[in-house]
């Protein structure tokens, strides 16, 4: 009996895409609440930067996006993870709609080689999917 043959796991996806029909400010506003939910702290980089006088001139709202308590375990458990910390998800126009977009941390771990870490990272990956899935309906 032939012996069956492992498949090489494929890589994680890199970006996840969510589009919404609903206005800029309207995604951002469930964002935030989705957030808030999920306990996940939420800080706009847009915001920040114009208090520093710089202006963005593409619609574009870009926050940070932190599950604290898992953020602290991963970076004790592999510090050089923490230069991907914190989740950033941006929510921008593309043609008629709107999309939010952020790096998946199954994908920063793989990029880091932290398999020990890839458990964590699915469950933060999971609570933002919901995040940016709840902003978009």
Sequence with gaps: MAEKQS???KPTEVLHKVESRKRLLEVAHDLEAACQKYQFAIYDLKEEMEQKGLKFSLQCLVYEVCGPH????ISEADGKISAALSCRVSVYREGSRVTLAAIRPTAAVEMFH?????????????VMLKIMDEAAA
Excluded: G, N, T
Aim: hydrophobic share 30%.
């Design 7 to 9: 498949q090489p796991r």
């Design 70 to 73: 898992q953020s602290r375990k």
């Design 114 to 126: 932290a398999p020990q870490l890839r458990s964590m990272a699915e469950e933060v990956e999971a």
